[in-house]
């Protein structure tokens, strides 16, 4: 063995076991990481079950062709080969082995293990896997009244359900170390519970760590309450024999499996009828809830193209004003340029002015340029005439001697 216990908290819908198995998670009990979703006006404290672990069991019960609510589940279970679950059987093994690889203790929990714990069993068998059970009986009338409530069962359906849950969790109870007790008991004394409990499993929990774990409860969980026995019932007689302090019996709960199939046996019709119209009714409230889903997310989609759509808007509106920002920045510079236009054209006129007076002006230089060059030929001619004439008297003079 692998020193590895799995729990299995099992008992029948609306029987208690959310709060049973929240309270173990409050203990230190590993119960994984990904459960169902909580219904605030049906569970608001969680119902506890792993996502896993319910789609396994509901892909279980489709191939056997039933539901959480048919008669019949584990006869049909029973009867079923060894190639039609092989799928389950590997998405099985690999949720323990990777849901609590590294837990050697934790718990499960999903009303449909009571009636497919010949499928479980050999699962947790070939794991080395040891199990142990913590089973909760709730009285069967207060069970079908909280289910007419929450589904609108007939209670001839939810009073048989709870028998086939029952006598199938009983039996089991018998095959391993096991636990049961009542809703009753469970409600008015948590702790007394989870100390018991925590004996089963080998918990080393103080009163304090109890005390504490075991406010998880409220009372005001049970919403139906009913002491109401009728004689000869079956459902009535199976919920007085299990919540005995006595015991129970495999010979006890044989007889009360005779008496059960008695009583069945002349609303067979009225039952296989009755399982068709919910089958229906669940696939038109599955079909409901799809369209609710689709219905949630355009209305998420809606809310999303709004939000970025008023995002854009106001990007929009950023963007418009630096338009007319830079409109009025363009128009201002239109304006300066149109100025520094005028003020060209004006140092343009200017220029020219200056330049047509250069022009005059050097015009005026050139001519007296010109007769400057004229006095300078002039003064040259004369600085010759008088070197001539000085050269001419010397030579004179030289000839008079």
Not at 126 to 131: A, F, S, V
Not at 258 to 275: D, G, H, I, R, V
Request: glycine share 4%.
């Amino acid at each position: 063995m692998t020193n590895k216990v799995a729990v299995l908290v099992l008992g029948m819908h609306r029987s208690g076991t959310s709060a049973v198995t929240g309270m173990l998670g409050a203990a230190g009990v590993a119960l994984g990481s990904e459960f169902i979703d909580d219904i605030s006006d049906v569970n608001k404290k969680g119902f506890w079950e792993h996502k896993q672990l319910v789609a396994i069991n509901e892909s279980i019960l489709e191939k056997l062709g039933k539901n959480w609510f048919s008669l019949g589940v584990e006869q049909a279970l029973v009867s079923a080969t060894s190639d039609l679950l092989a799928e389950e059987k590997q998405r099985a093994f690999d949720f323990i082995n990777q849901e609590f690889a590294d837990e050697s203790l934790f718990a499960l929990k999903d009303p449909r293990l009571c009636l497919l714990l010949p499928f479980w069993k050999p699962i947790f068998k070939q794991l080395e896997i040891e199990i142990k059970v913590v089973n909760l009986n709730r009285a069967p009338a207060e069970v079908a009244k909280s289910l007419g409530k929450r589904d609108h069962f007939p209670a001839l359906l939810a009073r048989y359900l709870w028998i086939e849950h029952t006598l199938s969790a009983a039996q089991f109870c018998l095959q391993v170390p096991s636990l049961s007790f009542t809703f009753s008991s469970f409600l008015s004394q948590p702790d007394n519970t989870l100390s018991a409990v925590s004996d089963l499993l080998g918990l080393s929990l103080d009163t304090g760590a109890i005390l504490e774990a075991a406010s998880f409860v409220e009372q005001g969980l049970r919403h139906h309450q009913s002491t109401e026995l009728i004689d000869g019932d079956a459902a009535d007689n199976l919920y007085h024999l299990v919540s005995a302090e006595s015991g129970v019996t495999d010979s006890d709960l044989q007889q009360q499996v005779t008496a059960y199939n008695q009583q069945k046996a002349p609303f067979s019709a009225y039952l296989s009828a009755l399982e068709t119209v919910f089958i229906d009714l669940n696939h038109a409230v599955i079909s409901a809830q799809k369209l609710g889903e689709q219905h949630c997310q355009a209305l998420m989609t809606i809310t999303q193209r709004d939000n970025e759509l008023q995002a854009l808007n106001t990007q929009l509106k950023a963007l418009g004003e630096e338009h007319s920002y830079a409109l009025q920045v363009i128009t201002e510079k239109d304006a300066s340029i149109e100025g520094l236009l005028a003020t060209k054209a004006e140092l343009e006129k200017q220029n020219q002015e200056t330049h047509k007076r250069l022009v005059q002006e050097g015009e005026a230089h050139g001519h007296a340029l010109t007769i400057i060059t004229q006095r300078e030929q002039e003064y040259s001619a004369l600085e010759n005439l008088s070197v001539a004439r000085f050269a001419a008297k010397k030579i004179k003079r030289t000839l008079d001697k």
